[in-house]
């Protein structure tokens, strides 16, 4: 048999597990496996092993734990409850500011957590009911949150791209810097959609009534903006650190987790509770984290051994004859449709050692194209049937939210990300100023 025949029935043979309902580590290292079995014997065996030991020898997957422990600690304690309360009370009197505040919210915890899901959990959890008691349109709302949460994954410090930087062997820095420009990009595209949708139909964000307004004194204010600045000043510091150098990634993590933790104690809203919430959280998403790891990375080998790398290099580029442009939009549309499926990380460990080599031989940026494929995993997150984002609104929004509401709110947001990607395409040094600028090529 081909290697184009034994990885369409490798993949096939996984969509179909997993439509029935069984976890994503367990199916593709199940398939891995049992391919390897197939083809190679008893012999096989040792791939599993051989994964194992080779995700033990990722150092940088130590940071993982300590950067989730930072996100979840924030938001446990309440201090992003504080940062909610800040844009609520500064962009309450603009139309859709509330809306404007809640995507600010999306993207402060963007940057001190690196992955959507904390994002996801106090939107929902915190602005959504308030959103909803302000009459504010149910369908719009539900937007913004999925796809500010989305953000996560872009900027520093983005546990994607730290899995990305193992892959392709590029400096996480590098990916990091490149990943600032686009989260900007982004951000800003965002707010704009809410700022002009909401002038455009006033109904749907309405400004805080004047009294209410009036009720709050300046002094209330200032207490609320410096208590909503905490999480800026910890994103500020650890990266400050990283930076100039005083510490390594792996140390930079730790002293991100160690602020977070400082940072509840001294708002006096540390507890045991708070602590086990934030440390079982941390391990459930560390250890799904890992294991995902483990079984794509016995999937993608099964792909070594049959050199799939040199039939999809063939078939691209010899028998369909694609020019470059055509690869790379092939390989960013083949991710949105595998992200409707798979899990962002199973996605990137079973698919980027096939693409990477091609890439460098097309002559594209391998950090570019570590932000690319970042943006099609944030596309990925909202589009059905199996969006990430998707299945968590739904297991937290309250029952007036319903799975057509759901589906139809992140209609805008799939066109804007669609439209950022072709941007940072067309104009690269939107990602590559950064970088370069940092590492003296400018």
Known sequence: MSSEFITIFMFASMLVLMGTGQRVYGVIGAVGAAA???????GSFELPFNAAFQVLNWYPLITVPFFVFMGYMLSESGIANNLYRMFHVWFGSVRGGLAIGTMGLMIVISMVNGLSV???AIGATVALPELLRRGYDKVMI????????????MGPPSVVLILYAMIARQPVLQLW???????ILMAIIFTAYIYIRCRLQPELGPALPPEERASITLREKLVLLREGLLPFGLFATIMGLFLTGTTSLVET??????????????????SATVVEKTTRNTLAVSAMFLWIILGALCFSAVYDGLGAIKAIENLLLHTWELSPWGVLSMMLFSFIILGMFLDDTAMLVIVAPLYIPLVKILGFDLVWFGILYTITCQIAYIVPPFGYNLFLMRAMAPP????????RSIVPFFLLMVFSMIIVMVFPDIAMWLPEVY????
């Open 36 to 42: 390897a079995l197939w083809l190679w014997g008893n």
């Open 118 to 120: 904390a994002g996801m």
């Open 142 to 153: 539900t937007g913004v949150i999925q796809g500010g949460s989305s953000l996560g994954i």
């Open 177 to 183: 810097l490149a990943g600032i420009g686009p989260f």
């Open 253 to 270: 993590s730790m002293v991100g987790a160690l602020l977070a933790l400082l940072a509840a104690w001294g708002s006096g809203k540390l």
């Open 400 to 407: 007036e939210i319903t799975i057509v509401d759901i589906y």
């Open 439 to 442: 590492s003296g090529k400018r």
